[in-house]
C-alpha cells in the first residue's frame, strides 16, 4: 500500500490517450526534480526521467517528477547551482534534487547525495553540491554506493535508485559511506576596494538579458550602508533603480531579484532579443563591473 502523502495515480482514457494524474492526501509530499546540462534535444534527460519513473514504480511509492531546467550552459556548475539555489526552496521539504551536470567524469568522479536545508540534494562531488548554500553545513553527506544494484551502470540509474530509496522513507545513511568532506571550487565573490569602490561579477544571465552579480542585499548594505551608487560598463552608465513609472524606453537600472541578488536590466528593449542589457553591455558570467558610491 501506497504512504498516506504519496497516495497514487489516477488514470484517465481521453480521445484515445491515458492521462495521469496524482492524487495526494494528507501532509504536503516530498517532490523530485531534476537538472541537467544534457539539453533538450538529446534523448539524456528523457532517459534520466525514465528511470526515476521506473524506480518508483519499483518502489511502489510515486510523486511528481519535476524538470528544473536541462539548459544549463555545457559543464557550468556555477550557473546550475544558481538555478537549484533559487527553485529549491518553492518545493515542499524533503524533496530530492537530482543534479546531473559535467557528468563525462563519472566514474572518475564519485556521486554524492546530502542532505541541506529540509532537502536532499544527489549528483557528482565536483564541486556543484558544495556551490549551492556554502553558507551553511550539510546535515549528512554520503558517497553513493549501491553495492546491492548491480543491475545499475549508469549515474542516472544509480541517482534515480538512490532518489527513490529516499521518497519512499530510505535513509541516506545506507546509500554508502559517511564523507565529512566534498569536492570545493573556488567562487567568484563581490571584492571590496574601498570605502568608494567595490568589484562584483555577473554569475548568470537571465531569459531577459538581466545580468545577475553575485552581490546580495546583505552584502551590499554592508558596503554601501545606504549610500547611492552607480557603474559604468563600456561607456554605458548605470545609476537608476527599476520603477514601473520612473523608467524611460531604453533606460538601465538596477533591481534586487526574487532571490535577493543585485541585477542590471534594460528597461523595453522593443522585443528584440539583440536590445537586452546582456547585449547591449557586452557583458558575460564571470566578468566583473566595478560599483563606484555616487
Known amino acids: 500500500m501506497l504512504p498516506e502523502q504519496n497516495s497514487g495515480i489516477d488514470v484517465f482514457e481521453v480521445d484515445d490517450a491515458l492521462h495521469y494524474f ?37 518502489t511502489g511509492t510515486v510523486a511528481p517528477v519535476v524538470d528544473l531546467t536541462h539548459s544549463v550552459q555545457s559543464r557550468n556548475l556555477s550557473e546550475a547551482a544558481y538555478i537549484v539555489r533559487g527553485a529549491y526552496r518553492d518545493f515542499p521539504e524533503g524533496s530530492i534534487h537530482v543534479i546531473l551536470v559535467d557528468s563525462i567524469y563519472w566514474p572518475e568522479t564519485p556521486l554524492m ?16 553540491l558544495a556551490m549551492l548554500r556554502p553558507d551553511l553545513q550539510p546535515g549528512q553527506r554520503i558517497q553513493l554506493d549501491l553495492k546491492n544494484r548491480l543491475d545499475c551502470t549508469t549515474a542516472e540509474a ?10 519512499d522513507g530510505g535513509s541516506l545513511s ?30 548568470f544571465v537571465d531569459q531577459y538579458g538581466q545580468l545577475v552579480t553575485d552581490a546580495d542585499e546583505a552584502w551590499l548594505q554592508r558596503w554601501a550602508q545606504g549610500r547611492p551608487f552607480e557603474t559604468s560598463v563600456r561607456g554605458q552608465r548605470v545609476r537608476k533603480w527599476w520603477s514601473p513609472q520612473g523608467l524611460t524606453p531604453g533606460d538601465l537600472y538596477f533591481r534586487t531579484n526574487r532571490f535577493g541578488y543585485l541585477e542590471i536590466g534594460l528597461h523595453d528593449g522593443g522585443g528584440d532579443r539583440a536590445n537586452l542589457a546582456s547585449r547591449l553591455l557586452g557583458v558575460r558570467p564571470g566578468d566583473a563591473i566595478e560599483l563606484r558610491i555616487a
Open 174 to 203: 545506507v546509500l554508502g559511506p559517511g564523507r565529512t568532506d566534498w569536492q570545493q571550487r573556488a567562487v567568484l565573490k563581490p571584492e571590496v576596494r574601498s570605502e568608494q569602490s567595490a568589484l562584483v561579477h555577473i554569475q
Open 158 to 167: 544509480l541517482l534515480a535508485a538512490a532518489a527513490a530509496h529516499l521518497l
Open 22 to 58: 496524482y492524487s495526494f492526501k494528507g501532509t504536503a509530499v516530498a517532490v523530485i526534480t531534476l537538472t541537467t546540462d544534457y539539453g533538450w534535444r538529446d534523448p539524456d534527460s528523457a532517459g534520466l526521467r525514465g528511470r526515476v519513473y521506473a524506480e518508483m514504480l519499483r
Open 113 to 128: 547525495a546530502c542532505s541541506l536545508d529540509g532537502h536532499y540534494f544527489l549528483g557528482l562531488d565536483n564541486g556543484l
